[in-house]
Structures are given as C-alpha cells and as structure tokens.
C-alpha cells in the first residue's frame, strides 16, 4: 500500500487481513440485535412467519445495501464523510453522510449500557447470586433502578475504547478473531442443552413452522427495520469497516457470508430461547425481560443453570462487544481523518463523551434519576426509538440513492458480473430506496396500513 495518499486510513496495518475483515464485520453484525431483539420482535410478531419475513428482507434488501456500503468504504478509503465526498467528488454528501456518523455514536450511548447489562449478568450468574432469590424480575428492576448500570457502561465503554486503541489490524481483528468463533461454540453447546428440554418441540415449532396468517403491514416493516439493525447497516459501520478491506477481496462473496453469518447467529439465539421458554411456560415476547428475567428463571431451573447461564451472559456480553467496537470506530475514524488526531486521542475523546451521554440514559431506563421521561418514554427509550427507527432508516435510503444514482464508479468497484451488477443496481436505485421510505414514514408515524 502507499503511504503517501490522503487520508488517516492509508497507514500500513489499517487493513484487515480476508478472514478477518468477514469475521470482524461478522462481529459487528452479530449482537444484541440477534440475541435480545431478535427473539423478542419475533416472539411478538408471530414467530416462524416473522422470521421467514426477516429472512426475505435480508437477501433482497440487506444484501444489496450491505454490497453498497462496503463498495463506498473500500472506494472511497476513509471514514464515512471522506468517501463519500471522494467518490462524488461533492463537499454536500459530506454533511449528507454526516449522519452516519453521529447515529454510530448515539446508538453506543444506550447500546454500551445494555452491553453492560450482560456483563453484570454474567458475574452473578456464574458466582450463583442470581438465583439466590428466585426473584427475577424483582432482581432486574432493582439493578437497572440503581447506579451498578453505570459502572457496567463504564467498563464496556473502557473495553471497546481500549480494543479501538490497539487499532484495525492487531485491535479489532484480533479481538473478533477469538471471540467470533468462541461464540458459535458457546451458542451450540447451549443450544444442545435447549433442545433436549422436556417440553422445547413446543417452542420450536413456533420458532420454525410458520403461520402465514401472522404476516401483516407492520410485521414485514418490522422485519425488514430488524434486518438493517441486524446487519449493521444505515451507520457508516460497514463502510467503514469497507474502507480497510483489501482490493483483491471479492465485496459479493463478503456480503453474502456476512449476510450468513449474521443468519446463523440469529438462528442459534431462536433455537435456544424458543424452546427454553417453552420448556419453562415463559412469554416469549416480553422484551427486555426476555432476556434478563426469562431466562435466568430458566437457568435457575435446570441442571448446572449458573454455569449455562453464566457462559450465556458472557457470549452475550462478547457478541456486544463485537458491535460496540464496530460503532466506536466510525467516529474515531471521522475524527482521525477529519482532525488529524491520533487513534488513541480520536478513542479516547469518543468515548468519554459516549460514556458521558450514557449515564442519564443508564439512570432512566430504570428510574434511578428522577426527571429523564418524557412523554411516556424514558431517555433510553427515546435514544432508541429514534435511532432504530428514523436515524438507522435514514442512513440506509442515503446509501442506496449515492450508490443508485450519484456514484459512477460503484459498478468497478462492487466487482459483481454483468447479470448480478443488474440485478444489484435494479435493487438498490428503486427496490431498496422504496422500502425503506415506507419503513421510515410508517415507523415516524405519518402512515398507518
Ligand atoms: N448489528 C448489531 C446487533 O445486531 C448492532 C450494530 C452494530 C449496529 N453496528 C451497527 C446496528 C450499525 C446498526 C448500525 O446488535
């Protein structure tokens, strides 16, 4: 590589080697959305159907959107505002992108603390404190209702700053390089032990045969919002993870193997808490709790329950880790790039701000500070609601109509054949651009179906 082009990210050692470019975007995919989310949207919106429509969303929309932001990162070769404004050669798409790079920083904000969550779980539920009461929900209300929830965040937030300090090659690569592979271990052994639950074919049939009736408007919508979080899209993390892969690295062949992985892991996290609940006549949709309260009642029930639970928690807490790198690295590169700052300067001011705007978001989920809910949500609530929902759409319809229409060289650079290139840009100029317009006016409320 020479050294001598613009830009912070040309340096030696900013490139992922092939295998761990796909594991580390595989890590940023896989997280909370896969375990915690994802079996509770699908709990909610009627299980097997609702994971067929997740599935649909991803291979038509998620794939030609994720080919698209690697394309723009490994086109561009810098942090998200800086190809965007290379490859368009205009300063507008800049402030246009400009977006991507906050929303990485915002969603970190409440994302750490959850993230945190499952550290602290994992502790208690391997030191057997967790089911020392049988309380679980009570358990759950009163941790996140006091201030532990803060010092979790604080060590998440150190953790991910630390691995970003360490920088691409030997930082994140190596980190998801051990964890990646860890978890899908952690996840089948775990698995084994669900299915063979008295009671789980209950649980896995919900998960796996599915009921058409169930499909609606605001489920495929869902679903299809689902797919975007899932696969780390709409934020500038893909792009920037794009801008440190190789030129001789097929972007296709990447995305779909991501688009697997991330799959797999989705499918792993049903497998077990379907038939768990099941097995423990637990609701499956009952969100946040699902995870923290189910759950640990589940454990607490079962042979070896601490130590199961611990290695859940602690895969939990890992597959976080994954995507808190991947999003504190889009607004360290933007300000490495930007300001010229050091890796370590850029991480460190990141994430002291994040860690900062976290705290009364840590404080509201649970009530420990008086005065963070507004208009029936608390400050946790809202950072969410609007990123998922409006910022995260958002970012994605920028990306498909840049490559779409403002990006002359995307075809070079996705590398596809003639066939699938027209296949891709069909999807990208009107299919993908579409949904998510629907998605985004439904999810801010201007349209009901
Ligand atoms: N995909 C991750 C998850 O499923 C979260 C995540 C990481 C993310 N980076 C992102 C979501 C960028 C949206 C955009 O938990």
């Given at each position: 590589m020479s050294g001598h082009e613009a830009g912070g990210l040309k340096e030696s050692g900013e490139r992922f080697s092939s295998s761990g470019f796909i594991l580390a975007a595989i890590g940023s995919a896989v997280g909370l959305g896969n375990m915690w989310k994802f079996p509770y949207i699908t709990g909610l919106y009627g299980g097997a159907a609702f994971f067929l429509m997740f599935i649909v969303c991803m291979v038509v929309i998620g794939l030609p959107v994720l080919l698209a932001e690697l394309a723009i990162g490994r086109g561009g070769r810098g942090s998200v505002t800086t190809s965007f404004i290379r490859l368009s050669g205009k300063k507008s798409w800049g402030a246009i992108s400009f977006l991507s790079i906050l929303a990485p920083f915002f969603i970190l904000c409440f994302y750490s603390v959850v993230a945190g969550w499952t550290i602290h779980y994992a502790i208690i539920s391997f030191t057997g404190k967790l089911y020392a009461s049988g309380d679980y929900a009570g358990q759950f209300s009163a941790f996140i209702g006091g201030w532990l929830p803060v010092l979790w965040h604080f060590v998440s937030m150190l953790v991910t700053a630390a691995v970003i300090m360490?920088?691409?090659?030997?930082g994140i690569e190596k980190f998801n390089k051990v964890f990646i592979p860890g978890l899908i271990i952690l996840l089948i052994v775990l698995m084994i032990r669900a299915l063979t639950l008295e009671g789980a074919g209950e649980g896995l049939s919900f998960f796996l045969r599915p009921d058409f009736s169930k499909i609606t408007t605001e489920s495929a919508l869902v679903a299809l919002g689902h797919a975007f979080f899932s696969l780390s899209l709409g934020m500038g993390t893909m792009i920037t993870y794009g801008a440190y892969v190789d030129k001789r690295q097929s972007l296709g062949s990447g995305a779909l193997a991501i688009g697997a992985g991330d799959l797999v892991y989705a499918l792993l996290a049903g497998l077990i808490i379907f038939p768990t609940s099941a097995a423990f006549g637990?609701?499956?949709?009952?969100?946040?709790?699902?995870?923290?309260?189910a759950l640990p009642a589940a454990f607490g029930a079962m042979p070896f329950g601490a130590f199961f639970g611990g290695l859940f928690f602690l895969l939990l807490a890992f597959a976080a880790l994954t995507s808190t790198v991947s999003l504190l690295e889009v607004p360290v590169a933007f300000l490495k790039d930007t300001f010229g700052l050091s890796r370590n300067a850029s991480a460190a001011i990141a994430a002291s701000l994040i860690f900062l705007i976290g705290v009364p978001c840590a404080l509201s989920v649970g009530g420990a500070a008086p005065g963070l809910t507004f208009g029936g949500k608390t400050l946790f609530d809202w950072f969410d609601f609007i990123l998922s929902n409006i910022v995260l759409p958002l970012g994605g319809f920028i990306v498909t109509i840049f490559v779409g229409?403002?990006?002359?060289g995307a075809a070079e650079e996705a590398g596809l054949r003639a066939g699938w290139f027209r296949l891709w840009l069909f999807m990208v100029r009107f299919v993908a651009p579409i949904l998510v317009i629907l998605v985004l006016l439904y999810s801010a409320g201007i349209i009901r179906f």
């Amino acid at each position: 590589m020479s050294g001598h082009e613009a830009g912070g990210l040309k340096e030696s050692g900013e490139r992922f080697s092939s295998s761990g470019f796909i594991l580390a975007a595989i890590g940023s995919a896989v997280g909370l959305g896969n375990m915690w989310k994802f079996p509770y949207i699908t709990g909610l919106y009627g299980g097997a159907a609702f994971f067929l429509m997740f599935i649909v969303c991803m291979v038509v929309i998620g794939l030609p959107v994720l080919l698209a932001e690697l394309a723009i990162g490994r086109g561009g070769r810098g942090s998200v505002t800086t190809s965007f404004i290379r490859l368009s050669g205009k300063k507008s798409w800049g402030a246009i992108s400009f977006l991507s790079i906050l929303a990485p920083f915002f969603i970190l904000c409440f994302y750490s603390v959850v993230a945190g969550w499952t550290i602290h779980y994992a502790i208690i539920s391997f030191t057997g404190k967790l089911y020392a009461s049988g309380d679980y929900a009570g358990q759950f209300s009163a941790f996140i209702g006091g201030w532990l929830p803060v010092l979790w965040h604080f060590v998440s937030m150190l953790v991910t700053a630390a691995v970003i300090m360490k920088g691409v090659s030997s930082g994140i690569e190596k980190f998801n390089k051990v964890f990646i592979p860890g978890l899908i271990i952690l996840l089948i052994v775990l698995m084994i032990r669900a299915l063979t639950l008295e009671g789980a074919g209950e649980g896995l049939s919900f998960f796996l045969r599915p009921d058409f009736s169930k499909i609606t408007t605001e489920s495929a919508l869902v679903a299809l919002g689902h797919a975007f979080f899932s696969l780390s899209l709409g934020m500038g993390t893909m792009i920037t993870y794009g801008a440190y892969v190789d030129k001789r690295q097929s972007l296709g062949s990447g995305a779909l193997a991501i688009g697997a992985g991330d799959l797999v892991y989705a499918l792993l996290a049903g497998l077990i808490i379907f038939p768990t609940s099941a097995a423990f006549g637990l609701e499956a949709s009952q969100g946040p709790g699902l995870v923290f309260v189910a759950l640990p009642a589940a454990f607490g029930a079962m042979p070896f329950g601490a130590f199961f639970g611990g290695l859940f928690f602690l895969l939990l807490a890992f597959a976080a880790l994954t995507s808190t790198v991947s999003l504190l690295e889009v607004p360290v590169a933007f300000l490495k790039d930007t300001f010229g700052l050091s890796r370590n300067a850029s991480a460190a001011i990141a994430a002291s701000l994040i860690f900062l705007i976290g705290v009364p978001c840590a404080l509201s989920v649970g009530g420990a500070a008086p005065g963070l809910t507004f208009g029936g949500k608390t400050l946790f609530d809202w950072f969410d609601f609007i990123l998922s929902n409006i910022v995260l759409p958002l970012g994605g319809f920028i990306v498909t109509i840049f490559v779409g229409y403002a990006w002359k060289g995307a075809a070079e650079e996705a590398g596809l054949r003639a066939g699938w290139f027209r296949l891709w840009l069909f999807m990208v100029r009107f299919v993908a651009p579409i949904l998510v317009i629907l998605v985004l006016l439904y999810s801010a409320g201007i349209i009901r179906f």
